[in-house]
């Protein structure tokens, strides 16, 4: 009889210490998960800084999200009067420069298969989605080290989301290269839960759509723009040359690159503003640069960028490879 209440007592410490012990990542991911998608939306706000350049970039990022479908993204760069907004409605996915007076419409299904660091309902599908992903307990956090599914993925393939503890919110998310140093930090300022705001909040100006293209002006016919330069490498390609164009607005500069099978062409002029806020039809997906949104269809890839307008182009480098020459313009940097 002692034997069988000595082996009791001993299953019920034993139980009570597993209950006491670490939890499990998939305990902690149903609970995150469920807190962070049962809500109806979520409003906040953060910093995001950029170290893929020269010199880090820093950027004020604000947002909105309603359940289903509904977001609104601004981001601003501090110190400068530049900002761009991407908004998905009923209507579809917008990507708005108020410096350009300009609006884009999209169709697509942003951010469905584009995972954002800034966006916490995607980041808790990258956890899930990753089977291969690892939780780190600390004292005050969990930290989960996942493969990334943004279009950044090729040259950052991990993140890594560090999530408080009592709160069960982020509090910031690191971007990694394949060296695993940090080249994009989102940090989280404010984050509130259960903000359900009404539609008209994420309305963009639609009128006109049928108009494919409204009259243009340049921002600034008499501004000395800077050369901007791809400081992403790829072996054994080099700038063959470097040929201008006088334009209406300034000059178009053709840089052309090539080697080893690898050809593509950058195009920079002067942004030129519309006359009048109506949203213009393009092709292509919404690719979110970090300092700018652009549009990528096919072998193409265009943006907007500190007053220039930006158009990369080539036939034998990927979607991912272009988007790697995009995102890594630098101005005067020659590679």
């Given at each position: 009889m002692r034997s069988k209440i000595g082996l009791l007592l001993l299953g019920a410490v034993l139980l009570l210490l597993t209950a006491c012990g670490?939890?499990?990542?998939?305990?902690?991911?149903?609970?995150?998960?469920?807190?962070?998608?049962?809500?109806?939306?979520?409003?906040?706000?953060?910093?995001m800084e950029i170290k893929t350049g020269e010199e880090p970039r820093l950027y004020d990022v604000t947002v909105w999200h309603t359940k289903p479908d509904f977001y609104k993204v601004d981001v601003s760069q501090k110190g400068k009067d530049e900002s761009q907004m991407i908004v998905r409605n009923e209507e579809g996915v917008f990507v708005v420069t108020p410096s350009l007076n300009k609006t884009y419409k999209f169709q697509s299904d942003w951010p469905a298969q584009n995972s954002q660091a800034y966006l916490i309902s995607t980041l808790s599908d990258d956890i899930k989605a990753d089977k291969k992903s690892t939780m780190t307990e600390k004292e005050k956090t969990y930290v989960f080290e996942t493969a990334t599914r943004n279009n950044h993925k090729a040259v950052l393939p991990t993140q890594q989301i560090h999530i408080d503890k009592k709160t069960l919110l982020p509090t910031h998310v690191s971007l990694l290269d394949e060296n695993k140093e940090e080249k994009i930090r989102v940090e989280f300022k404010k984050i509130t839960l259960g903000v359900k705001r009404k539609a008209d909040d994420y309305k963009v100006e639609t009128e006109n759509m049928d108009h494919e293209k409204k009259e243009e002006k340049p921002k600034d016919k008499k501004?000395?723009?800077?050369?901007?330069?791809?400081?992403?490498?790829?072996?054994?390609?080099?700038?063959?040359?470097?040929?201008?164009?006088?334009?209406?607005?300034?000059?178009?500069?053709?840089?052309?690159?090539?080697?080893?099978?690898?050809?593509?062409?950058?195009?920079?002029?002067?942004?030129?503003?519309?006359?009048?806020?109506?949203?213009?039809?393009?092709?292509?997906?919404?690719?979110?640069?970090?300092?700018?949104?652009?549009?990528?269809?096919?072998?193409?890839?265009?943006?907007?960028?500190?007053?220039?307008?930006?158009?990369v182009a080539s036939e034998s480098l990927s979607k991912g490879e272009l988007i790697q020459v995009a995102g890594s313009m630098q101005p005067d940097v020659v590679k």
């Open positions: 670490a939890p499990s990542k998939e305990d902690v991911v149903k609970k995150l998960s469920g807190k962070w998608n049962d809500s109806n939306g979520y409003d906040l706000q953060a910093t501004a000395e723009l800077e050369t901007f330069y791809p400081s992403a490498t790829f072996e054994g390609v080099t700038l063959i040359s470097e040929e201008p164009v006088a334009t209406e607005t300034g000059t178009r500069l053709f840089l052309s690159y090539g080697g080893a099978g690898k050809e593509f062409v950058v195009v920079q002029e002067p942004a030129v503003a519309m006359d009048g806020q109506v949203p213009v039809s393009i092709e292509g997906d919404p690719v979110d640069l970090g300092f700018a949104v652009a549009a990528l269809s096919g072998n193409t890839i265009r943006w907007e960028q500190d007053g220039i307008a930006f158009y």
